[in-house]
């Protein structure tokens, strides 16, 4: 904690885990919402969240409360109820809360998986690969918190700052000086190729032309999970290489035999079944 302290004071920046003693309580309320089927109860999600916020100690805060098929809340009115809930909390706590609200049908960005979505935010933060959906979410949530923390009230000019903060390599270089200080190997972020690799990569392509309709995050995200990237038991150990990297996204346009991701894979048995289900999860309209 001291560690923590220090570096937050030294260069402005340092990132923690939870700890058993933050909010305590959380984590029974949150097993016994399991155990009776309330993990969607929106008193008790707001409760849950907040309780964490106002332990750590911060008296300004922005929320990201998304919403759609890989979301808890699946609707924007019960994203807009669950975040006027959290505010009225903050408020009561005596914190300055503002919400921003992010769509997630289909996954945010193109990678999903714990290496791959390192590299890409790596890419993002070097300025190489800025997918325009993620580039919006960033950009929202930091030009609101730019404001909350007094130095900036115009919301664009605060998003000009930002992309010029990437552009000339300062925000990279302050992600770089954060991994360093706290024991991590920069070399990884100045060659993303020294990341472990999954044993097996498989490119799946479309079958038809026409254009894509849908990518269902949650199913993307349960078969992102099945192939290691998650847990599908508690006891389960997470497969940081394993995943899925989209080439195309909602509304992109595909012909017959054009990849449209590409599965990440340690186990061949199971790089194979995702391959199958990656065709159904992806809709393409014949229209083009």
């Given at each position: 904690m001291e560690q923590f302290k220090e570096y937050v004071h030294k260069i402005g920046i340092s990132m923690i885990g939870q700890t058993a003693n933050l909010a305590p309580a959380d984590k029974k309320i949150y097993a016994l919402r399991d155990a009776i089927?309330?993990?969607?109860?929106?008193?008790?999600?707001?409760?849950?969240?907040?309780?964490?916020?106002i332990a750590a100690g911060a008296?300004?805060?922005?929320?990201?409360?998304?919403?759609g098929k890989g979301a808890f809340m699946k609707n924007l009115e019960d994203a807009k109820l669950l975040a006027d809930k959290m505010e009225k909390l903050g408020a009561l706590a005596n914190l300055e809360v503002k919400s921003v609200f992010t769509p997630m049908d289909e996954p945010i960005g193109y990678a999903v998986g714990n290496t791959l979505e390192m590299i890409e935010a790596i890419h993002f933060l070097k300025g190489n690969h800025m997918p325009e959906d993620l580039k919006n979410i960033v950009l929202e949530i930091g030009?609101?918190?730019?404001?909350?923390?007094?130095?900036?009230e115009n919301?664009?000019?605060n998003k000009m700052?930002?992309?010029e903060t990437i552009k000339n390599g300062t925000a990279f270089q302050k992600f770089k000086q954060m991994v360093q200080n706290q024991g991590g190997d920069s070399s990884y972020l100045e060659d993303t190729g020294k990341f472990e690799q999954a044993k097996y990569k498989i490119e799946v392509t479309s079958k038809k032309s026409g254009t894509i309709q849908e990518i269902n995050a949650e199913e993307?995200?349960?078969?992102?999970?099945y192939l290691g990237a998650g847990r599908v038991k508690k006891e389960d150990k997470i497969d940081m290489a394993a995943g899925i990297v989209l080439n195309k996204k909602?509304?992109?346009?595909?012909?017959?035999?054009?990849?449209?991701?590409?599965i990440y894979a340690n186990h061949k048995e199971k790089a194979d079944l995702a391959t199958e289900k990656?065709?159904?999860i992806f809709k393409i309209s014949p229209k083009t």
């Open positions: 089927s309330c993990v969607d109860n929106i008193p008790l999600i707001a409760s849950s969240i907040m309780s964490k916020k008296n300004k805060i922005v929320l990201e409360v998304t919403y030009s609101q918190m730019i404001k909350l923390a007094g130095h900036g919301i664009e000019e700052k930002m992309l993307i995200g349960k078969l992102a999970c909602v509304g992109d346009k595909v012909m017959q035999n054009d990849i449209i991701a590409t990656i065709e159904y």
